[in-house]
């Protein structure tokens, strides 16, 4: 077991609740309400300024650091291409400060930093249920189709560099299909990590798609799936998912940190999600398990952006709220 400081080297894992053992809080943002529709994805730039993609799918809103409204990508787009078809999945920022956006035919567009200039990726490019960027802005999407589950790398254009590479649990073959959510990959480091929904193995790649390395840490509150779902009728498929969902864990999301770090998000039912740490060798940094009620939207250097999940869904009054943690130096 890793030595962390504050704990002891014998100490067995356990489950612990309190976000504060780990992380500090560093301060809240309330999001101005003017178009705000619910937050289905997140992602912050290096000036602190929030890309959220409404749950509608409808819109992508452009936040300041303090949360008030910059701009509406429906709006920009409209004017610098009319007639686009505006589909959004989900907005990212790039590391050359541009824009891009995962949208539903044409499947990606980038935006340039100014938002003065939009460009329709080429026929080549196929949206992923996730994304991931490289330094280089190469695009590594997550695909499950006709042709099968793998991953893409595209370049900045949108043209195919690796047509397909990729591991996964076949046993969980129809479950990683279907699902909506869960199948997540990040670039840090010069390598690309990736998570099924199904099984706490995260695979670690090459940028040419090559596997470096497989490591996996079951956190104490994991419940592991036992078998797929069924997929011979409509009425079999969704009951599965809904007992999956509501039986065991699964994989949420998948994080870069700071320096050589990542973050691992499960969720179990009723709005609990786990927290891990990892290092990219695969160490887990922190000395117990963490279960929360917050969920990660999205991070940035050592900071998490964060909602309360159950008041989000629960709380007829609630107000939109990032609330943002950090990771303890001590880790």
Not at 5 to 13: A, S
Not at 213 to 233: C, N
Request: aromatic share 14%.
């Amino acid at each position: 077991m890793i030595l962390v400081l504050g704990f002891g080297c014998n100490e067995k894992r356990i489950t612990q609740y309190n976000i504060g053992l780990f992380f500090d809080k560093v301060h809240s943002i309330k999001l101005d309400t003017t178009f705000y529709e619910g937050i289905k994805s997140l992602d912050v730039d290096d000036n602190g300024r929030l890309l959220v993609t409404n749950e509608k799918r409808t819109d992508i809103i452009l936040y300041n650091r303090d949360g008030i409204f910059q701009n509406k990508f429906s709006t920009i787009v409209d004017s610098l291409f009319p007639g686009f078809n505006w589909s959004p999945n989900r907005g990212f920022f790039l590391t050359d400060n541009n824009l891009f956006i995962s949208n539903n035919g044409p499947w990606g567009v980038s935006i340039s930093s100014d938002l003065t200039e939009l460009n329709p990726l080429g026929r080549t490019y196929i949206a992923g249920s996730d994304l991931t960027f490289d330094e280089s802005n190469n695009i590594y999407a997550f695909i499950s189709n006709y042709l099968g589950i793998y991953i893409t790398k595209f370049d900045s254009n949108g043209d195919v560099i690796i047509s397909k590479f990729g591991n996964y649990p076949k046993k969980f073959a129809n479950i990683i299909d279907k699902a909506i959510i869960g199948n997540s990959l990040v670039y840090k480091n010069g390598s690309i990590f990736f998570k099924t929904i199904a099984e706490p193995k995260i695979y670690k790649y090459s940028l040419e798609g090559q596997l470096l390395d497989t490591f996996e840490h079951v956190p104490t509150y994991y419940r592991r799936p036992k078998r797929d779902i069924r997929t011979e009728t409509m009425q079999y498929m969704m009951a599965d998912i809904r007992s999956f969902a509501e039986k065991y864990s699964a994989n949420f999301s998948i994080h870069a940190l700071e320096k050589d770090k990542i973050l691992v998000q499960y969720s179990n039912y009723n709005y609990e999600y786990g927290l891990q740490i990892l290092s990219v060798d695969g160490d887990n940094l922190l000395p117990h398990d963490l279960l929360v009620n917050y969920k990660v939207l999205a991070t940035h250097d050592d900071m998490l952006y964060m909602i309360d999940a159950k008041s989000y869904h629960f709380d007829e009054n609630y107000e939109p709220e990032i609330i943002i943690y950090r990771l303890k130096s001590n880790f």
